[in-house]
């Protein structure tokens, strides 16, 4: 899965594009572009690739995505299969100079160009920044001309103005990915998607990206900014963390349904990247619900 460069503008139609998704599951492969992006999550759950990072997605999810940043949003196995669901999105894409090349250095703007520089490793909005921003983002569809120009210069600056935000990506992978030379890292990335609920082992691995073991982990490393052992290890335990949310199965189902084989070693995992133990994770999702 090489990562697939996306034409979004044609800059004598519009400055900026908008769109509504609607679909069984979402198409785009891994992908890059030279705008940045904002999408808005309306339905669908699966599993969201962003640079590096690695993470369950839900409805109502927002991200933004600075130029050149791959990304991959891979909808559960079950909106490939017939079942009459959808997936939908609404997707602001815009280039940086929108705007004119100078504008967003001008003084007043520092905040905005300040933002435009952290979301080169992507970020997840939160809180009522996200809440004010969606509703922003669903008025837009009705929109045209300058008011779109408007509305998203409002967008950036309620996001300039906002902490609601989590960055995704490390440096190192935003150093290393640029636009050619990770077409090995993105076969590593399809046969993980596919496979990760299953023993994997380094031989099997390395060989997807046609090198030997010790030459495929040093590369892994510095394309990624992580280890093979840790990226895996993210997949997994985001898939448990989708698993424990939805509350049909135990922790010890849930640890060999994300391809761990030791649950103590699972317990132990999750806790390391989550602060809390697999069941404090669920018991404190369900309070949110009630």
């Given at each position: 899965?090489?990562?697939?460069?996306?034409?979004?503008?044609?800059?004598?139609?519009?400055?900026i594009d908008i769109?509504?998704?609607i679909?069984?599951?979402f198409?785009?492969?891994?992908?890059?572009?030279?705008?940045?992006?904002?999408?808005?999550?309306?339905?669908?759950t699966?599993?969201?690739?962003?640079?590096?990072?690695?993470s369950?997605?839900?409805?109502?999810?927002?991200?933004?995505?600075?130029?050149?940043?791959?990304?991959?949003?891979?909808?559960?196995?079950?909106y490939?299969?017939?079942?009459?669901?959808?997936a939908?999105?609404?997707?602001?894409?815009?280039?940086?100079?929108?705007?004119?090349?100078?504008f967003?250095?001008?003084?007043?703007?520092?905040?905005?160009?300040?933002?435009?520089?952290i979301?080169?490793r992507?970020?997840?909005?939160?809180?009522?920044?996200?809440?004010?921003?969606?509703?922003?983002?669903?008025?837009m569809?009705?929109?045209d001309?300058a008011?779109?120009?408007?509305?998203l210069?409002?967008?950036?600056?309620?996001?300039?103005s906002?902490?609601?935000?989590?960055?995704?990506?490390?440096?190192?992978?935003?150093?290393?990915?640029?636009?050619?030379g990770?077409?090995?890292?993105?076969?590593v990335?399809?046969?993980?998607?596919?496979?990760?609920?299953?023993?994997?082992?380094?031989?099997?691995?390395?060989?997807?990206?046609?090198?030997?073991?010790?030459?495929?982990?040093?590369?892994?490393?510095?394309?990624?900014g992580?280890?093979?052992?840790q990226?895996?290890h993210?997949?997994?335990?985001?898939?448990?963390?989708?698993?424990?949310?939805?509350?049909?199965?135990?922790?010890?189902?849930?640890?060999?349904?994300?391809?761990f084989?030791?649950q103590?070693?699972?317990?132990?995992?999750?806790?390391?990247?989550?602060?809390?133990?697999?069941?404090?994770?669920?018991?404190?999702h369900n309070k949110?619900?009630?």
């Amino acid at each position: 899965m090489k990562p697939t460069f996306l034409k979004v503008l044609n800059s004598l139609e519009a400055s900026i594009d908008i769109r509504h998704e609607i679909a069984p599951y979402f198409k785009n492969p891994w992908h890059f572009h030279p705008e940045f992006e904002l999408t808005l999550i309306l339905e669908s759950t699966g599993t969201h690739f962003i640079g590096n990072s690695i993470s369950t997605f839900y409805k109502n999810e927002l991200t933004l995505t600075g130029p050149n940043l791959p990304h991959y949003w891979r909808c559960d196995p079950i909106y490939y299969q017939g079942h009459n669901l959808k997936a939908e999105a609404i997707i602001v894409r815009f280039p940086e100079h929108f705007l004119g090349s100078s504008f967003f250095l001008l003084p007043e703007m520092h905040h905005i160009n300040n933002l435009f520089k952290i979301s080169r490793r992507g970020l997840k909005i939160i809180g009522e920044t996200k809440e004010k921003t969606a509703e922003i983002m669903n008025i837009m569809m009705e929109m045209d001309g300058a008011e779109r120009i408007i509305s998203l210069l409002q967008i950036l600056n309620l996001l300039a103005s906002s902490e609601d935000y989590k960055v995704l990506s490390c440096r190192g992978f935003v150093q290393a990915s640029g636009t050619s030379g990770i077409e090995r890292i993105n076969d590593v990335y399809a046969y993980l998607i596919e496979n990760f609920m299953h023993p994997i082992q380094l031989n099997k691995i390395a060989s997807v990206a046609n090198m030997n073991p010790t030459a495929f982990c040093r590369y892994f490393k510095a394309k990624t900014g992580k280890t093979f052992t840790q990226f895996l290890h993210e997949i997994r335990i985001g898939h448990a963390c989708k698993i424990l949310i939805e509350g049909k199965l135990n922790v010890s189902q849930v640890c060999y349904e994300s391809g761990f084989q030791n649950q103590s070693y699972f317990i132990k995992l999750f806790k390391r990247i989550n602060q809390q133990t697999p069941l404090q994770y669920q018991n404190q999702h369900n309070k949110r619900l009630i």
